[in-house]
Nanobody, 120 residues
Framework: QVQLVESGGGLVQAGGSLRLSCVAS????????AGWYRQAPGKQRELVAT???????NYATSAQGRFTISRDNAKKTVYLQMNSLKPEDTAVYYC??????????????WGQGTQVTVSS
């Protein structure tokens, strides 16, 4: 069984920073591509950033230049450093992971989400 658990969300003032973490645990053979998504109230879930197993990254326009996605493969952890936060960044942030299990089954997983609230 595989789980993704996010942490690091919270309340921050505009212009502040937060660092989100996503830890994968369970019967994992390989943690492949990963990503962060977010969903604001009344809106659809949207891509924030992705990172491949080799470290190549991709960002949504809204995150470019302010957010940095990174990973520590040894710790099976993906991070999202968020700087210069804006009220419009307020959302539930979800970790997404493409994981190969010990049975060599490749599956996409989602974390439970962590709330980020940016006050003006």
């Amino acid at each position: 069984q595989v789980q993704l658990v996010e942490s690091g969300g919270g309340l921050v003032q505009a212009g502040g920073s937060l660092r989100l973490s996503c830890v994968a645990s369970g019967s994992i053979f390989r943690f492949n591509n990963a990503g962060w998504y977010r969903q604001a109230p009344g809106k659809q879930r949207e891509l924030v950033a992705t990172i491949t197993s080799g470290g190549s990254t991709n960002y949504a326009t809204s995150a470019q230049g302010r957010f940095t996605i990174s990973r520590d493969n040894a710790k099976k952890t993906v991070y999202l450093q968020m700087n210069s936060l804006k009220p419009e960044d307020t959302a539930v942030y979800y970790c997404n992971g493409d994981i190969t299990s010990l049975l060599l089954v490749r599956t996409e997983y989602w974390g439970q989400g962590t709330q980020v609230t940016v006050s003006s």
